[in-house]
């Protein structure tokens, strides 16, 4: 017996956590190729914050609603052809991932409906809330690392923002080929963490010179991959500290208040390929796309947990996306939806 009413978080303006509110809405009915999903746990991601802002995938009306990936449980198809024809039965447990047009389908709800080609059956050996954390970080770290980079044994891999869910899955990432990882931060305040998740090495910015400090730890080669998510002039520093024929992936701009410097004389030098990494790039090609979900639902439990803070309760989600604008974070937050 479904709820009568399904509270649903829905973007009223254009803003942070402010923007959001928590309302009463009737749960949907699965219409065409969709299916109803009962939420169990979502993950909360930067993306969120600039898409209430208007930044990313813009939209025109509000409210809106918001919300890019979750983990689930199928409760109902749009008909019984797309039931006895699809590959998921009701009550299997599922993620939403990011293939769907969110400014339609949002994760943020109690109940919500998708394409059912936005949809993968979860790996039963993982659990609901480490799968809602995972997709969009993994995702990421493994078009960039694996993909464009082609990660192998023995690289050495400059991880910057080191406490981030994107930079844990990064590392999770480089560990698991075999690589080696230099993994930066501001200071020391999240060091301990980041070596306990993993990290080879790691670097404070503020008190030491990663140039220096990479080609120590390298005998003097220096950093065969560099994964940024900062951007701005300490860019400058990376592409100092790369290897020849390195690759450096820019996928995301955390310092968006500076322009990133593209040192073309270094990069010509060294024989650099670098790539600014939208995800979206291989997502939207099945061929891409298939192999990046085969690989991380079959390997996502042998990595450490992302997963930095939990909150409970769809009324708490507010209060989360507060958390996540504080930056001040180790790993993903979570918000347990259902039981």
């Given at each position: 017996?479904?709820?009568?009413?399904?509270?649903?978080?829905?973007i009223?303006?254009?803003g942070?956590?402010?923007s959001?509110?928590?309302?009463?809405?009737?749960?949907?009915k699965?219409?065409g190729?969709?299916?109803?999903?009962?939420?169990?746990?979502?993950?909360?991601?930067?993306?969120?914050?600039?898409?209430?802002?208007?930044?990313y995938?813009?939209?025109?009306?509000?409210?809106?609603?918001?919300?890019?990936?979750?983990?689930?449980?199928?409760?109902?198809?749009?008909?019984?052809?797309?039931?006895?024809?699809?590959k998921?039965?009701?009550?299997?447990?599922?993620?939403?991932?990011?293939?769907?047009?969110?400014?339609?389908?949002?994760?943020?709800?109690?109940?919500?409906?998708?394409?059912?080609?936005?949809?993968v059956?979860?790996?039963?050996?993982?659990?609901?809330k480490?799968?809602?954390?995972?997709?969009?970080?993994?995702?990421?770290?493994?078009?960039?690392?694996?993909?464009?980079?082609?990660?192998?044994?023995?690289d050495?891999?400059?991880?910057?923002?080191?406490?981030?869910?994107?930079?844990?899955a990064?590392?999770?990432i480089a560990?698991?080929?075999?690589?080696?990882?230099?993994?930066?931060?501001?200071?020391e305040?999240?060091?301990?963490?980041?070596?306990?998740?993993?990290a080879?090495?790691?670097?404070?910015?503020?008190?030491?010179?990663?140039?220096?400090?990479?080609?120590?730890?390298?005998?003097?080669?220096?950093a065969?991959?560099?994964?940024?998510?900062?951007?701005?002039?300490?860019?400058?520093?990376?592409f100092?500290?790369?290897s020849?024929?390195?690759?450096?992936?820019?996928?995301?701009?955390?310092?968006?208040?500076?322009?990133?410097?593209?040192?073309?004389l270094?990069?010509l030098?060294?024989?650099?390929?670098?790539?600014?990494?939208?995800?979206?790039e291989?997502?939207?090609?099945?061929?891409?796309?298939?192999k990046?979900?085969?690989?991380?639902?079959?390997?996502?439990?042998?990595?450490?947990?992302?997963?930095?803070?939990?909150?409970?309760?769809?009324?708490?989600l507010?209060?989360?996306?507060?958390?996540?604008?504080?930056?001040?974070l180790?790993?993903?937050?979570?918000?347990?939806?259902?039981?």
């Amino acid at each position: 017996m479904l709820p009568i009413t399904n509270k649903v978080a829905l973007i009223t303006k254009k803003g942070f956590s402010e923007s959001f509110s928590i309302v009463d809405n009737e749960i949907p009915k699965p219409k065409g190729n969709e299916v109803l999903i009962k939420v169990d746990y979502v993950g909360l991601n930067r993306c969120d914050l600039y898409f209430s802002l208007g930044l990313y995938l813009p939209f025109e009306n509000y409210p809106n609603v918001s919300g890019f990936e979750a983990s689930g449980t199928v409760v109902e198809f749009a008909n019984d052809e797309l039931e006895n024809s699809s590959k998921f039965k009701v009550g299997d447990k599922v993620s939403v991932i990011y293939t769907c047009d969110h400014r339609k389908y949002g994760t943020f709800a109690e109940y919500a409906v998708f394409p059912i080609g936005c949809l993968v059956k979860n790996n039963e050996l993982s659990s609901q809330k480490e799968i809602a954390a995972n997709w969009i970080s993994f995702f990421t770290a493994y078009y960039g690392l694996v993909e464009f980079a082609q990660i192998k044994k023995g690289d050495y891999v400059i991880i910057t923002a080191g406490s981030a869910g994107t930079s844990l899955a990064g590392i999770a990432i480089a560990k698991f080929f075999g690589a080696h990882t230099i993994v930066t931060s501001r200071n020391e305040k999240k060091k301990q963490q980041i070596l306990d998740y993993g990290a080879d090495y790691f670097v404070s910015l503020d008190t030491e010179d990663i140039v220096k400090r990479t080609f120590e730890i390298t005998n003097g080669k220096g950093a065969n991959i560099i994964y940024d998510s900062v951007g701005g002039q300490s860019a400058q520093k990376l592409f100092e500290s790369s290897s020849q024929f390195g690759k450096i992936v820019f996928y995301g701009n955390m310092n968006h208040s500076e322009p990133t410097p593209l040192p073309i004389l270094i990069g010509l030098k060294n024989y650099l390929t670098i790539k600014v990494l939208n995800t979206n790039e291989y997502l939207y090609q099945p061929e891409f796309n298939k192999k990046a979900i085969e690989f991380l639902n079959s390997n996502f439990h042998h990595f450490k947990s992302i997963v930095g803070k939990e909150f409970i309760g769809i009324d708490s989600l507010v209060d989360a996306l507060k958390y996540l604008e504080t930056g001040d974070l180790f790993g993903k937050v979570v918000v347990k939806v259902n039981n």
